[in-house]
């Protein structure tokens, strides 16, 4: 019986563990997807504010990224390289010149 009581608790404890931690891996990938989209909102900022014009294929709002990410145009000057999350995220431009991903928003916690 107290085996069982034993086997038990240690249970309980282990799944409260197991839901910390999957909060932590929710909330960096929330953390990771707006460090990205502020660094980005910066870049797009500074282009626009040398070239009139936004770093997408027709210079209006819309996706970013549209070359090769590794040559496209705010990549070298404006950014060292395309963040890690823009395999998970679309990133584009909306009407007001925000850099949002094409879901919408970035995951919540």
């Not at 970013?64 to 990549?75: A, N, Q, S």
Request: proline share 6%.
């Amino acid at each position: 019986m107290e085996l069982i009581v034993v086997v038990s608790i240690i249970a309980v404890l282990a799944a409260a563990v197991a839901l910390s931690l999957t909060h932590f891996i929710g909330r960096g990938e929330t953390t990771a997807c707006e460090a990205d989209q502020y660094s980005l909102q910066r870049a797009v900022s500074a282009y626009y504010s040398q070239n009139d014009s936004w770093p997408t294929e027709d210079g209006k709002p819309g996706g970013l990224f549209f070359e090769d990410p590794v040559t496209g145009p705010l990549v070298g000057d404006y950014i060292i390289a395309v963040p890690a999350s823009d395999a998970n995220f679309d990133w584009r431009i909306d009407g007001s010149g925000n850099v949002v991903p094409s879901e919408g928003n970035c995951p919540s916690d």
